[in-house]
């Protein structure tokens, strides 16, 4: 398939730098990575984490102080208003909710991953702009970067502030590094002295940014040379929002999150002391992708908390709606949506618990089951708003204040869905994210394999992959046919589901593999085939977390969760089967080369008899300045 030749140096540069900052290692095991392998490894997951009740005791004080504020925030005005009153965000901090996880003996909470995606979940289910407000800061601010690698002593400076509810923010998005963030142009150039950095330049889309009193920036320090080669630095800086030269240029307002606080920073000659450099100098960028490893388990977790909140509404009003002489609830057009949204709320829920509970647990290597939770959970959880917008039929699509005015209970799905789309782009996207997992899938047959086709492997280079593919495949290979037969028994009506995922898993592995044989070097760019293998191992891990939830849940009495597992591993089924069937993609091709001509105008006819919907010429900062400059000169 031809492929774009544009800007080949910069995509081998972006590419490159992101690969530098990857974590190359895998020292710790992950359930994901083997079952891209063709290895279902259910003992990494199963059984089921059964939440610890000593960490529920300690966490019990503070989840009841959150509900009693959340049950009587007025999240309806929070939206019109676009704004969190002070005083709500006081009573936040009072009771800690700044510093959730932060470490007691630094002035925190000391909860546990687990209780933290609860509280936020709790949260999301009524307010999504405060769940930007409180996540934005404890998820990627600074408190989950300081506790991974700060010092002892940033951690004596930050922390006890951090944890008293000063916000914080997380800054790498620039107008040019969105997905690709290691085209990022702030720069942090040495003062003379070496004492400080000085800081140039401008983010994008900072949430909390405008009103963070301390913010997490990643920017480029100078560039080292390797091998003779310059090589891109990027280095974290926790920088405080007082010091001079920080300016807030502009607050965003998006489609929905009306009251989240997201602005464009600006930093002019900002004076920032060499040591409130986080982890290490040229350490930025790796710092940020593991930031978000951890901290992209909270959307999931908010995702779920949202879809059980909608799964709420659905049922309430299908009971209560009469249409055509029956609760609309019993048409099966409804009903159809009723089941699929409890069944994949379900195994959203069981995802987000079993990976905080393994970050929890600690000792598994977890960057794959955050993406997959990510992108599943949002992807599923947006279907689920959708679903019950249209149960509510025209109330759906109506405010909560119109309802309200004309008598009728005001029900935000419209808001819900506003807020909610955002969580498919940010934190990563869905496409970033099956960049990333596809990645990792076929790292270990390039690492293992690929010089024996890559056109750029030195002799030695093939030959040594080649004595390493001999001594691997041959035997990999012919247990990914044959082996594994468990009965699974134990799982009563759901042992037929565990048993096709564990022959399912081989079935992926020999899949990726073949696409290796089939495609060869090729196959990075065939994004369209790894999305697919990606998305069946996606489903396949969702299946495992609910079949496993779901044994756990019946052994303390919900012996009903076996439904909910049975109903969606049965639709997950009929999604992998249409993702092996359409692999390799007999479309692909085709629609590919039209992108191209549509890109290059050749249907622009298609477009005849429109207007812009864009208005007005773009304005830059400085003639705003100079247009109010010369109106107060009148
Ligand atoms: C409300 C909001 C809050 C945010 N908060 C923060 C924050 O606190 N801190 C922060 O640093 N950033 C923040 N962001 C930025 C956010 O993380 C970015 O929007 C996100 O990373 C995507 O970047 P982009 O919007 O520039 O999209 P682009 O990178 O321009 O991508 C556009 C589209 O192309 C796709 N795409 C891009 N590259 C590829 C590829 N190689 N292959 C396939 N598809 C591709 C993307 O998935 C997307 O669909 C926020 C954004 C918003 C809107």
């Not at 920036?217 to 920088?239: C, H, L, S, Y």
């Not at 009903?335 to 393994?358: D, G, R, T, V, W």
């Not at 899938?441 to 593919?469: C, G, I, Q």
């Not at 041959?474 to 699974?488: A, C, D, L, M, V």
Request: include cysteine; hydrophobic fraction near 40%; proline fraction near 4%.
């Amino acid at each position: 398939m031809a492929q774009p030749t544009h800007d080949l140096a910069s995509e081998k540069e972006a590419r490159d730098v992101a690969e530098a900052a990857r974590e190359s290692e895998w020292a710790q095991p992950s359930f994901l990575r083997e079952l891209f392998l063709g290895r279902f490894r259910f003992d990494l997951i199963h059984p089921h984490p059964a939440f610890d009740p000593e960490e529920e005791a300690r966490a019990k004080p503070f989840m009841d102080a959150l509900r009693e504020i959340m049950e009587r925030v007025d999240s309806d005005a929070i939206d019109r208003e676009g704004n969190i009153p002070e005083s709500l965000v006081q009573e936040l901090r009072d009771i800690g909710a700044f510093g959730i996880k932060i470490p007691r003996e630094y002035g925190g909470l000391g909860l546990s991953q687990t209780s933290y995606i609860r509280a936020i979940g709790m949260v999301t289910s009524k307010d999504g702009s405060l769940t930007a407000l409180l996540s934005a800061h404890q998820s990627i601010g600074l408190p989950q970067p300081l506790k991974l690698f700060g010092t002892e002593e940033q951690k004596k400076k930050y922390f006890p502030r951090l944890a008293k509810g000063a916000i914080s923010a997380f800054a790498l998005t620039e107008v040019d590094a969105g997905s690709d963030p290691a085209n990022l142009q702030t720069t942090a150039t040495p003062s003379e002295d070496g004492k400080y950095f000085i800081l140039n330049g401008k983010k994008l889309w900072t949430t909390n940014g405008t009103r963070a009193e301390l913010i997490l920036v990643m920017a480029r320090t100078p560039d080292v040379i390797v091998n003779g080669k310059p090589k891109k630095q990027i280095t974290a800086f926790i920088v405080e929002t007082d010091w001079p030269g920080v300016e807030v240029e502009h607050r965003c307002h998006f489609m929905g999150l009306n009251a989240i606080e997201n602005g464009v920073l600006r930093f002019d000659n900002v004076k920032v002391p060499r040591e409130n450099i986080l982890w290490g100098e040229g350490k930025g960028l790796k710092l940020a992708l593991i930031t978000l490893n951890t901290g992209r388990l909270t959307l999931p977790a908010s995702a779920a908390y949202a879809a059980k909140q909608m799964v709420r509404v659905s049922r309430e009003w299908s009971n209560e709606r009469v249409q055509w002489g029956t609760p609309i609830g019993k048409h099966e057009a409804v009903a159809q949506k009723l089941a699929h949204m409890a069944a994949h709320a379900f195994a959203m829920e069981a995802i987000a618990e079993l990976s905080s509970a393994m970050a929890d647990r600690g000792g598994y290597d977890i960057r794959l089951e955050a993406a997959i939770a990510k992108m599943w959970n949002t992807e599923a959880g947006w279907r689920i708003v959708d679903d019950t917008l249209q149960i509510r039929g025209g109330r759906g699509y109506e405010t909560a204040d119109s309802l309200r005015e004309r008598g009728e209970r005001a029900i935000p799905v419209e808001r819900a869905m506003r807020d909610f789309r955002i969580n498919l782009i940010f934190e990563g996207s869905s496409e970033i994210m099956r960049l990333f997992i596809a990645r990792e899938a076929v790292d270990w047959h390039f690492k293992t394999a690929f010089d024996v086709v890559n056109p750029e492997a030195t002799r030695k280079e093939r030959l040594a992959a080649l004595a390493r593919s001999v001594k691997f495949y041959p035997k990999w290979y012919t247990t990914r046919w044959i082996g594994g037969f468990n009965s699974y028994s134990e799982f009563g009506r759901l042992a037929p589901h565990l048993r096709y995922i564990e022959r399912t898993t081989r079935k992926l592995g020999r899949a990726i593999f073949h696409a290796m044989v089939r495609l060869g070097p090729k196959l990075e760019k065939r994004q369209m085939v790894l999305f697919r293998a990606v998305d069946i191992g996606a489903e396949l891990f969702a299946m495992s977390a609910a079949c496993s939830r779901a044994q756990m849940l019946a052994g303390r009495g919900n012996a009903n969760a076996v439904e909910l597992a049975n109903v969606f591993c049965r639709e997950s089924r009929l999604r992998i089967a249409d993702h092996f069937r359409h692999l390799f993609g007999p479309n692909d091709a085709s629609l590919y080369r039209l992108s191209q001509g549509v890109l290059k105008g050749d249907y622009e006819w298609l477009e005849e008899g429109i207007v812009r919907m864009e208005g007005g010429e773009v304005e830059s900062r400085e003639q705003k300045a100079e247009s109010s400059e010369t109106l107060v000169g009148r």
